[in-house]
């Protein structure tokens, strides 16, 4: 258990609507990873972080913002929600620069209708 | 482009050994890994086998790593009905900050 816990870890919201996933952490490790997992995709990476505010793009990153304002912290952003991000969503953290590993949160699952 | 492939669904005996396959495309991969995930939650880290090893054993997992073919397997012996959940493979490099790709999963089926 690396400490890692997700919420709200069930959302259901119409399109259109913003919505923030949290993910948090006790820890203070440096990097915090956001995926989203879809059938026949496995995981793909949609932000990361290293530090307090320094995040980055992974490969899915459109439509979604991020912010990390404290370590414990990683919050991910729909602005406004569509039916194409209804998914899972994972938090994962790296323990640090020298540890290649990620630990993963339980996930959100979130459905936008 | 980096890509990692797995074989969709498994189905085995308990008792039987399961051979989950897994090939990736990026041949200055560092790591590769096994990850086990149970309905409804997160992914749990199983094993990771260094790019430099053929083979690491650890209880009843076994993987094997052919770095030739690029190629990647998880033997789980004795297999047991807790053991059935989808098995993600994925590799990482240590130049690109561990940047890591994961496999599309493989279910594994475990018949009583």
């Known amino acids: 258990d690396a400490g890692i816990t997700q919420s709200p870890r069930h959302k259901v919201t119409e399109t259109g609507t913003p919505v923030t996933l949290r993910c948090h952490q006790t820890?203070?490790?440096?990097?915090m990873y956001w995926y989203r997992q879809d059938p026949g995709h496995g995981l793909r990476l949609i932000h990361y972080s290293y530090g307090v505010k320094d995040t980055d793009k992974g490969e899915v990153s459109d439509g979604y913002s991020v912010s990390r304002s404290k370590t414990e912290d990683f919050l991910l952003t729909l602005e406004s929600a569509t039916s194409s991000q209804t998914s899972v969503y994972f938090c994962?953290?790296?323990?640090?620069?020298?540890?290649?590993?990620?630990?993963f949160g339980p996930g959100t699952r979130l459905t936008v209708t | 482009g980096e890509d990692v492939e797995q074989s969709l669904f498994l189905s085995v005996r308990e008792g039987d050994s399961s051979v989950i396959n897994c090939t990736y495309t990026?041949?200055?991969?560092?790591?590769l890994y096994w990850y086990k995930q149970e309905p409804g939650a997160g992914l749990q880290l199983l094993t990771y086998i260094f790019s430099n090893m053929d083979m690491k054993q650890d209880q009843r997992l076994t993987v094997l790593l052919n770095k030739k073919d690029k190629h990647l397997s998880l033997r789980i012996a004795d297999t047991q009905t807790g053991d059935s959940a989808i098995y993600f493979c994925?590799?990482?490099?240590?130049?690109?900050?561990?940047?890591?790709?994961f496999g599309a999963g493989t279910r594994l089926f475990v018949k009583a």
């Open positions: 994925a590799e990482s490099r240590s130049t690109g900050g561990f940047k890591t790709i």
């Open positions: 994962a953290i790296r323990q640090g620069d020298s540890r290649h590993e990620q630990y």
């Open positions: 990026d041949s200055s991969s560092t790591y």
């Open positions: 820890e203070n490790h440096r990097y």
